[in-house]
């Protein structure tokens, strides 16, 4: 069955220069190179975009009714833009941790509630519990609000079990909902994301060295591995040992640092060669430069310092003023309970000082190149372009920026992954 869209308002096509390569600086805004203005119609044929041409042109082609073999969306002159990508979630874990909010209202940290029992060990003490059959709803539910939400390809941790077994399940679990759902699904174990209650630093690097990767690598669902690598979790020291024991094995990696101080994370995921280096609010200027002239991406999770009360001190604007590559992301966890792009995207324009078309190519294209491995070009998404996949969105408005304008509401029409209609 093939798909047209006709009568859209401007298309945010973002399928300039080399697809493989984010954008930066100035070619973020770069809306001529970026938008097409006017009429246009987008012919779907199985997962491929076909065409791209005038609205009037593709009707006189191929008609404007329904048939056995094409359906019709008038569009009625809403804008289009790519499908986003969110490049960081913790996508699985079972629990409620709702009442840390009074705990940061009476001061503690993040720190303080994890020493008392709460943060990630509480998650992990519920997740360890969970069914293979329970995560997979919960994991099944919440693809379902994102694809509401307009993502259409996600990165996916493990990270909250913590033993080799409850590891391999939550990879198991993401292996099945890449498989079952149209969700674009790229895993990352996370092994390294606390140390279990009754375990010391050194045993439990050891253990993930030389027991959890290699069965990680074994099973074959992980793309990636992370570690969480700030001080009072991991060490530079451990981060490098874990990295250095994945990438033996096969595992880029892409990596949580510089979240609460400047721990020189970002620097030594530059100097590891990490896809990419994530939070990254503390980073100092100079692991910035050494990132981008490294190609380390930067990835910045503004929804979780907004939901901590922290100041967001990510500095957009000094990326783009540098030429900096970056992405934007969810960071959807326990603490963090949201899918939504387009509220990034609000953040990104309301509070940091993006344009929204910025914020679109942060949300879209450039996570996008840090998810490439192996992927032929042809079905690099992130982008709107013939022979490209039909990952799309139309939005509830005849403006491409209303995407991230909507705070509290949802400014997605119709989310198409890989040319079906998916909410």
């Known amino acids: 069955m093939r798909l047209l869209l006709l009568n859209s308002g401007p298309v945010a096509t973002l399928a300039c220069g080399d ?59 809403k804008a289009i833009i790519p499908g986003f990508v969110d490049s960081h979630t913790h996508l699985l874990w079972e629990g409620d941790r709702s ?31 969970a069914s293979i059959e329970s995560l997979t709803k919960l994991g099944q539910r919440r693809i379902s609000r994102a694809f509401e939400f307009g993502t259409t390809t996600m990165e996916c941790k493990s990270g909250y079990g913590l033993t080799v077994n409850s ?19 790229h895993s990352t174990w996370l092994g390294a994301h606390d140390v279990p209650k009754g375990t010391n630093m050194d045993d439990y690097v050891d253990e993930l060295i030389h027991v959890q990767l290699p069965a990680v690598v074994e099973q074959g669902y992980a793309k990636y591995a992370d570690v969480f690598c700030e001080p009072g979790w991991f060490s530079l020291e451990h981060t490098e040992l874990i990295v250095k024991a994945a990438k033996k094995l096969g595992l880029a990696s892409r990596l949580h640092v510089d979240e609460f101080v400047d721990g020189g994370g970002l620097q030594l995921a530059t100097e590891l060669g990490a896809i ?38 990510t500095p957009l604007r000094q990326c783009i003023e540098n030429n900096w590559p970056f992405s934007l992301a969810t960071d959807f966890n326990p603490n963090c309970r949201s899918l939504s792009m387009p509220f990034v995207g609000s953040l990104a324009t309301h509070r940091l000082g993006l344009s929204p078309i910025e914020a679109l190519v942060a949300v879209t294209r450039n ?57």
């Not at 280096?277 to 100079?286: F, I, N, Q, R």
């Open 276 to 313: 990419s280096g994530d939070h990254v609010g503390h980073s100092s200027e100079t692991a910035r430069q050494s990132a981008s002239d490294s190609g380390v991406m930067q990835t910045f999770l503004p929804g979780t310092p907004y939901i901590l009360g922290h100041n967001l001190e």
């Open 367 to 423: 996570p996008a190149t840090t998810l490439l491995n192996s992927t032929p070009v042809q079905q690099v998404t992130g982008s709107i372009r013939e022979g490209g996949p039909a990952d799309l969105l139309i939005l509830d408005s005849q403006y491409i920026d209303a995407w991230c304008q909507m705070p509290g509401d949802n400014p997605i029409y119709r989310t198409i992954k890989s040319g079906d209609i998916v909410n």
């Open 99 to 129: 009442n840390e909010m009074q705990l940061r209202h009476k001061g503690l940290t993040y720190s303080d509630i994890a020493k008392s029992g709460g943060g990630i060990q509480k998650t992990v003490d519920f997740t360890r519990s």
């Open 167 to 185: 590891e391999l399940k939550l990879l198991e679990v993401n292996q099945f909902l890449s498989e079952q759902t149209p969700m674009g699904i």
């Open 19 to 77: 697809l493989n390569s984010p954008l930066t600086g100035a070619d973020m805004s770069d809306t001529e190179s970026m938008v097409q203005d006017g009429d246009n119609g987008i012919l779907i044929d199985s997962d491929i975009i076909a065409k791209i041409s005038q609205s009037e042109e593709l009707a006189d082609e191929f008609g404007t009714e329904d048939n056995s073999t094409l359906r019709i969306i008038d569009c009625e002159g």
